[in-house]
C-alpha cells in the first residue's frame, strides 16, 4: 500500500482567508499532510510527502480566535479523511458555528459515510481522477472502487457538492473526459462537472512535460452534467 505520510502532527500549514475557495464564504483552508495516492500532476508535493507541523488542538486555538469571523472551514490537503481525528474535530469546528467543505480523492467512503451521518459536512469536492482504466496509472493506487463508492455515498445524501477533474493531456483525452462525463450521468450527478487543465511550469509530485488543453466537441458538452473549464 501506498506510505500515505499521516502523521501526529496532520496539518501541513492554514492559509488563514479565503473568499474564493468555499463558493462565497469567508473561509480558511487547512492544509492536511500526506496522501494515499501520488498523482504525477500533484501540485502539492510538498504536503503530500511532507510531515504535518500543527496538532489540532494548535488549529482549534486559531479557529477560536475567528469565532464569528470566518463562515467556514475548508478541509484539504493531501487527504485529510485519512488521519484518525478527523471526525471528531470535524465536531469541533461545527460547534463554533462554522461550515465545513471537504475536498478527497474518495478513498475514504468509511470516512465520509460517518461524517455526513453526523451532519459534519455542508460541501463535499470529490476528485474524480479518472475511469477504472487509467486509475492505477495516474495515482499510483488502486482506489477506483473507493472512489465510486463515495460518489454513489454522496449522491445518496443529497449533499451539496461538485465533482472535478484535473486533466493534464498526457493522461486524459477529450474522449475519455467524455465517458468520465457519461459515467457521472449514469450515476444521477447533475451538478457540473469541473475541470482543471493543469497549470504548466509548476511544481509538480513528476515531470509530466507541458500539457495542452483538450478541444471539447459541443455534442458532449450540451448533454448530461455540464463541463465546466475552472481555467
Ligand atoms: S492530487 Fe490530490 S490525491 Fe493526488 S497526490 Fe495530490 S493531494 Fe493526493
Given at each position: 500500500m501506498q506510505k500515505t505520510g499521516v502523521e501526529a502532527l496532520p496539518i501541513f500549514s492554514i492559509t488563514p482567508f479565503t473568499l474564493l475557495d468555499f463558493s462565497d464564504k469567508t473561509a480558511c483552508i487547512l492544509?492536511?499532510?500526506?496522501?494515499n495516492m501520488r498523482c504525477g500532476y500533484c501540485y502539492n508535493p510538498e504536503i503530500v510527502k511532507g510531515k504535518g507541523k500543527l496538532g489540532l488542538a494548535d488549529v482549534l486555538v486559531f479557529?477560536?480566535?475567528?469565532?464569528g469571523l470566518l463562515d467556514g472551514v475548508v478541509l484539504s490537503g493531501g487527504e485529510?479523511?485519512?488521519?484518525p481525528g478527523?471526525?471528531?474535530f470535524a465536531r469541533e469546528i461545527k460547534a463554533l458555528g462554522m461550515q465545513i467543505k471537504l475536498d478527497t480523492n474518495g478513498s475514504r467512503p468509511d470516512v465520509l459515510a460517518k461524517m455526513m451521518s453526523q451532519n459534519l459536512l455542508d460541501y463535499v469536492a470529490l476528485d474524480?481522477?479518472?475511469?477504472?482504466?487509467s486509475f492505477q496509472k495516474i495515482t499510483r493506487s488502486s482506489f477506483f472502487d473507493q472512489f465510486e463508492k463515495s460518489l454513489k455515498l454522496l449522491l445518496a445524501h443529497?449533499?451539496?457538492?461538485?465533482?472535478r477533474t484535473t486533466v493534464h493531456s498526457s493522461q486524459i483525452n477529450g474522449d475519455e473526459l467524455a465517458e468520465m462525463?457519461?459515467?457521472?450521468?449514469?450515476?444521477?450527478?447533475?451538478?457540473?462537472?469541473?475541470?482543471?487543465?493543469f497549470v504548466n511550469q509548476t511544481k509538480t509530485l513528476e515531470d509530466l512535460g507541458p500539457s495542452k488543453k483538450p478541444q471539447l466537441d459541443q455534442s458532449i458538452i450540451s448533454s448530461g452534467p455540464q463541463f465546466v473549464w475552472r481555467n
Open positions: 492544509w492536511f499532510a500526506g496522501c479557529l477560536k480566535k475567528r469565532e485529510c479523511t485519512l488521519h478527523i471526525i471528531d474524480f481522477k479518472s475511469l477504472p482504466g443529497d449533499i451539496q457538492m461538485e465533482v462525463k457519461n459515467f457521472l450521468a449514469a450515476r444521477g450527478y447533475k451538478g457540473h462537472y469541473y475541470l482543471q487543465h
